[in-house]
């Protein structure tokens, strides 16, 4: 079963206006977190934000904030005023079960491509 | 600010012959991994490595694949008869401690088998 569901495999976007990419994810572990990463073409992954389960406030870097909503099962990223650096793949990741492990995998979902107009 | 540096940046092998990824994790990191993505497709995870053991491996993580910290800064994957199937982008990433968020991800090496 997949653990992390991107619907959206691609969205376009005005340049300044705001965009909210999907994440849904899976899991029974009461211990886990949710990551966004980013992609560009150039194929690097960079480290956007990240929410634990246990927070009680949704996660804000700069632009980016997620929109968590833990009985949904829900992880939304939210890019406000687009920029045009901002067209790129985004990815979705979930790791778990810190509690039992000192390590962990993340799993990822196909991603969704963003492409912000001019 | 520290990052992960992977070499080389891209690789062609002839099919059936051994590649070695090189990665060097931030330094004070211990945990250490290595993820690929397929062109096209979402990143999936190989294998973990923690107190120079292997932690967890995924299936994709067979006989051909080893790892290995040779030294106090090198992390490296090695593919020991190289296949057409395993061409694809190969992330390394990093992390301090089981606290700390997130890992960090090299910038990747994407390996072509011809």
């Known amino acids: 079963a997949q653990k992390i569901t991107q619907t959206q495999p691609g969205m376009f976007v005005q340049e300044k206006e705001a965009v909210t990419l999907d994440c849904t994810y899976d899991t029974s572990d009461p211990s886990y977190g949710l990551f966004w990463y980013k992609q560009p073409s150039s194929g690097e992954m960079i480290f956007l934000i990240y929410q634990g389960s246990y927070d009680q406030q949704n996660a804000t870097e700069g632009r980016y904030s997620l929109n968590f909503q833990k009985a949904r099962k829900s992880a939304n990223l939210v890019i406000s005023a687009s920029q045009l650096g901002d067209s790129a793949m985004y990815f979705c990741a979930m790791r778990e079960g810190t509690l039992r492990s000192n390590d962990y995998k993340l799993s990822f979902g196909a991603g969704t491509t963003v492409t912000v107009r001019a | 600010e520290p990052e992960v540096t992977q070499t080389p940046s891209h690789q062609v092998t002839q099919m059936g012959q051994e590649v070695i990824l090189r990665c060097v994790p931030i330094s004070n990191h211990l945990y250490f991994y290595w993820y690929r993505q397929i062109l096209g497709q979402k990143v999936e995870f190989l294998v973990s490595f923690y107190n120079n053991e292997i932690s967890e491996k995924s299936e994709i993580f067979d006989d051909q694949f080893s790892v290995e910290r040779p030294d106090g800064s090198n992390f490296t994957l090695k593919i020991r008869s190289t296949k057409l199937e395993d061409s694809a982008m190969y992330f390394c990433?990093?992390?301090?401690?089981?606290?700390?968020?997130?890992?960090?991800f090299g910038d990747g090496t994407r390996l072509s088998i011809l």
């Open positions: 990433a990093s992390k301090k401690d089981p606290e700390s968020q997130p890992q960090h």
